[in-house]
T-cell receptor
Framework: DAKTTQPTSMDCAEGRAANLPCNHSTISGNEYVYWYRQIHSQGPQYIIH???NNETNEMASLIITEDRKSSTLILPHATLRDTAVYYCIVRVAGTQGGSEKLVFGKGTKLTVNP | DGGITQSPKYLFRKEGQNVTLSCEQNLNHDAMYWYRQDPGQGLRLIYY???????QKGDIAEGYSVSREKKESFPLTVTSAQKNPTAFYLC?????????FGPGTRLTVL
């Protein structure tokens, strides 16, 4: 699975959009971009994933650049409960020649301030 | 209410004792996973099962055992052979290409 690079930490004001970047310059054509978050002492929570098109769900939007070398997770109206570590993961979907395991890097510690 | 449950949330055991961590899901997912997370570290895969009565070792299976007798259940036993068992244990199940996690069990061996 390709490696990802994320900023160590970010701050965001409550009610504002939080834009979390991720670089994945060595991504392969069959690798998806996944985002999870982990609130302290809880299990990771799936947020969203995509291959090449931008994706949106009830939690967030995922913007993937045309060359697929980077992406941005957008939380449109951040709340205090969005304070967590956000992980960007690049992997081959399912078992299509890829590994079963999820490899979490250091992630970005997002702090939403009142 | 659908989801993945892990019990208990906190578990304390004496050194040398085996302990079994519970993981149950009512999502009808075929594949299930056990990960371990240490402070400030990423997840490490212990065991996984793609189907009932079948399971595979992950990267750090030594000192652990699992069973998969029912689709809904994938219990993990931490044996006395595990050298450093104190950690946060996470169970996950997979639908299509996405893994979903339970709330975790924090095991402390005294």
């Amino acid at each position: 699975d390709a490696k990802t690079t994320q900023p160590t930490s970010m701050d965001c004001a409550e009610g504002r959009a939080a834009n979390l970047p991720c670089n994945h310059s060595t991504i392969s054509g069959n690798e998806y971009v996944y985002w999870y978050r982990q609130i302290h002492s809880q299990g990771p929570q799936y947020i969203i994933h995509g291959l090449k098109n931008n994706e949106t769900n009830e939690m967030a939007s995922l913007i993937i650049t045309e060359d697929r070398k980077s992406s941005t997770l957008i939380l449109p109206h951040a709340t205090l409960r969005d304070t967590a570590v956000y992980y960007c993961i690049v992997r081959v979907a399912g078992t299509q020649g890829g590994s079963e395991k999820l490899v979490f890097g250091k992630g970005t510690k997002l702090t939403v301030n009142p | 209410d659908g989801g993945i449950t892990q019990s208990p949330k906190y578990l304390f055991r004496k050194e040398g004792q085996n302990v079994t961590l519970s993981c149950e899901q009512n999502l009808n997912h075929d594949a299930m996973y056990w990960y371990r997370q240490d402070p400030g570290q990423g997840l490490r895969l212990i065991y996984y099962s793609q189907i009932v009565n079948d399971f595979q070792k992950g990267d750090i299976a030594e000192g652990y055992s699992v069973s998969r007798e029912k689709k809904e259940s994938f219990p993990l036993t931490v044996t006395s052979a595990q050298k450093n068992p104190t950690a946060f244990y996470l169970c996950a199940s997979r639908m299509a290409d996405t893994q979903y996690f339970g709330p975790g069990t924090r095991l402390t061996v005294l």
